[in-house]
Every structure is written in structure tokens, then in C-alpha cells.
């Protein structure tokens, strides 16, 4: 009589199961951003085209192979909130890593906001003309597809705020996604993964 | 007749593009007001209509309810709605199908499941509140950091009234068994005793 009663709803749970565990990626994924990162696949991964105009004008692939790692941040210029953090951040991450950039890593912060390129050389001065720290934008404009399949959330509300995803990923000579840094990790915690990473 | 009009009416008044985007434009309207309020018109809904339902069903449809309540409140739920308003309306229609399962699941409900969904809320919205209040990082991408504290601190703020109101309707609720049922009281209270 008891398993005659819970039967209906225990069909109605399992199948709220079934569609929590297919909405959040096998319970991986609660918020927008880590379900990209999720759905952008496991590392090593093969890094999405990253057709970008660096602050020289110079048009160049941040995700094609090459011969040294890419460290891809999102940002974008206008941003008031956690941008300017994350590459306050990203330059004491230079100063940390003086023995590997800019020979054997170049820092790269992509807009995905489709900066005009002309904005970004004042922008890289300011920062202080890092010649291993390049600051780049679409080349054909916002490229949502691409940074979705790098990792990158990016939600545009309708007051012009972008809230995007500010992971770091890191992009081996080979062309391949070998890391994905938490940005709230300590700085410290950065620096030992991607010397891990970089042999 | 009457009650079913000023449902639609209710409903089709929440619908309004510019009452949408009013709800949309703060993390704290969507969550305390859209959603409670679409859950209300489907439990207004409900209630109008005579209906009798067994304890099976009954149960299947607190489950469905408690599912969908717990689907919205998902970040990347809540992110969707905001962006797809394909994803909006399926949100206001299974919200408003909660809260006409709920409407008539509970009635029939025993006391002590319904003490513990009780709880059980009271005790979620201030988990919730503490974490929106205290995370450091954005949770939900169609918002901002501010509409996460101001939604965490009235959580916070709703959780002392709430158990309050919990715990009369939970004193008030046993009062009245052990008036009609002197020993079901206690055994209702324990459920799964040997």
C-alpha cells in the first residue's frame, strides 16, 4: 500500500533528477559561467581561432599554434567592476613570471566587446607598455560563438554592463587549451599552475 | 467565475512587457516578486476549483511543485529567463503551475511532512540570504554584485518573520489534530516509530 502510494511521486522526482542532471551538466554546473566552462570540454582541448587585433594594429591568431603559450583573459575596456582587478592582477602576474614572459608566455586580454583597436594602445601604455602583455580585440567585431567555445560566459545587460566569465586559459605552442585558472585563486596559486603547465 | 477572471487578468497584467522588464531590472523584484507572485495565481487558481485529489497524487504534485521552485532558483535558471523569453514564460507557466500543485498537495499533505517543508524553507531562505549576502564572486550573470547583497540582506530580513509565521501556523496546526484526534497527534508525530 506504502510503495503504492510513493510511487507516482517518486516517478515525478526522478524525473526532476534527470532534468537537474541534464540542466547543470551531471550537477557540474549551477551558474552561466561554469556551465561554459564546462561545455567548452575537458583540457587538453583544442583552442577555438582567436582572429585579434593587438594595440599595434598588428591582426595575429591567439588561439593558431605558435611558438610560445598564450594566457587569454577576457576584458573589456569600459569595464568599471572586475576588469580593472583582473588585470591589475594579470600584471603582478608578469612581474612573477619575468623568467618565462615574454619569450616563452605572452599575456593576452581579449575584448569581448569589440573594442576598436585604436583604444587599445592607450590602454596598454597606461598599463605600462608590457612588451609581453598584449591587449587585443576581435578582429571582425564580438565573436560570442568563439569565446563560448574558449569557456567564456558572456551575458550584455541592456544598460551596456557586460558580466562575462574571467577565467584564464592557458594556450600551449601546440594550439591546445592545456589550463583553465581560477581567477579568484591566489596569484600565487596562478603562478605555480602555469609553471606546472609550461615545461 | 469571478476569482478565474481576476486570475487572467492577474496573470496577463504580470505579463506586460514593461511589467516584465520592471521585475527583470533588479535580482530582488524576480526573486521575491515575480516568482512568488506567479505562484500565488496558480495557487489562486487551484483553490477555486473543487478537487480531490489521493495521497498519491497529492505527493506526485508537492514534488513537481517543489522541483520547479527549486529549478528557478538555480543562477543559471534565473539567467535564461532574463535572456530567452521563451525561457521567461516557461518559467512564469511551471511557476504558476507550482503554486496551484501546491494549493492542493498540501491540504492533503500530512502534518509532519508539512512541518518539515516548513522548516525547511524558513531555513533555506537564510542559508540563501547568507550566501548572496556574503559571496564574493557574481552568481548570476544577468545581474550585479549590488542586486546580489540588497536580494541576500532581505532574505535575511524576511527569515525572522517567516519561521514566526512558521511557528504559529505549526502550533496552531497541532492544536487543532490533537483537538479532533487526541492519539493521532502523537502518532502522526511519529511517523516511521516501530
Redesign the interface.
Known amino acids: 500500500m506504502r510503495a503504492r502510494v510513493l510511487l507516482a511521486p517518486l516517478v515525478v522526482l526522478a524525473a526532476w533528477l534527470a532534468v537537474g542532471a541534464w540542466w547543470t551538466q551531471g550537477f557540474q554546473a549551477f551558474t552561466s559561467f561554469a556551465a561554459a566552462r564546462v561545455a567548452a570540454g575537458p583540457t587538453p582541448r583544442p583552442a577555438p581561432a582567436l582572429d585579434v587585433i593587438d594595440e599595434h594594429g598588428a591582426r595575429w591568431d591567439a588561439g593558431a599554434p605558435g611558438d610560445r603559450y598564450n594566457l587569454v583573459q577576457p576584458m573589456y575596456l569600459s569595464c568599471a567592476t572586475a576588469c580593472p582587478i583582473a588585470m591589475s592582477r594579470l600584471s603582478v602576474l608578469s612581474e612573477r613570471l619575468t623568467d618565462l614572459v615574454p619569450e616563452r608566455l605572452r599575456l593576452v586580454s581579449l575584448s569581448v566587446a569589440g573594442d576598436p583597436p585604436e583604444q587599445l594602445g592607450p590602454r596598454w601604455r597606461a598599463h605600462g607598455a608590457n612588451p609581453g602583455w598584449s591587449l587585443t580585440t576581435f578582429a571582425d567585431g564580438p565573436d560570442a560563438a568563439t569565446l563560448r567555445a574558449l569557456g567564456v560566459y558572456v551575458f550584455v545587460r541592456e544598460d551596456g554592463v557586460i558580466n562575462h566569465g574571467l577565467d584564464l586559459y592557458l594556450i600551449d605552442p601546440a594550439g591546445l587549451v592545456v589550463a583553465v585558472l581560477d581567477p579568484d585563486l591566489p596569484i600565487e596559486q596562478q603562478e605555480e599552475r602555469i609553471r606546472s603547465a609550461i615545461p | 467565475m469571478k476569482r478565474l477572471i481576476a486570475i487572467a487578468a492577474g496573470a496577463a497584467l504580470l505579463s506586460l512587457p514593461a511589467v516584465d522588464a520592471w521585475f527583470a ?1 533588479a535580482m530582488v523584484r524576480v526573486m521575491l516578486l515575480e516568482l512568488p507572485l506567479w505562484a500565488l495565481l496558480g495557487a489562486l487558481a487551484a483553490r477555486s476549483r473543487r478537487t480531490s485529489w489521493s ?3 497529492s ?2 504534485a ?3 511543485a517543489l ?1 520547479a521552485i ?2 528557478w532558483l ?4 534565473l ?2 529567463a532574463q ?1 530567452e523569453a521563451g525561457a521567461d514564460h516557461l518559467m512564469h507557466a511551471s511557476l504558476f503551475l507550482a503554486g496551484a500543485a501546491l494549493a492542493v498537495s498540501l491540504p492533503r499533505t500530512p502534518l509532519t511532512v508539512r512541518l518539515a517543508l516548513g522548516l525547511y524553507t524558513c531555513s533555506m531562505v537564510f542559508a540563501m540570504g547568507m550566501f548572496y549576502v556574503s559571496f ?7 545581474f ?2 549590488r542586486q546580489q547583497l540588497v536580494l541576500g540582506s532581505w532574505l535575511l530580513r524576511l527569515t525572522a518573520p517567516l519561521t514566526l509565521a512558521f511557528l504559529i501556523a505549526a502550533v496552531r496546526g497541532l492544536s487543532r489534530l490533537e483537538e479532533v484526534h487526541p492519539a493521532a497527534a502523537g502518532a502522526t508525530l511519529e511517523v516511521g516509530a516501530p
Open positions: 531590472s495521497l498519491s497524487a505527493l506526485a508537492l514534488v513537481f522541483g527549486a529549478f538555480l543562477p543559471r535558471s539567467d535564461v535572456s564574493d564572486a557574481l552568481v548570476c550573470g544577468a550585479d554584485r
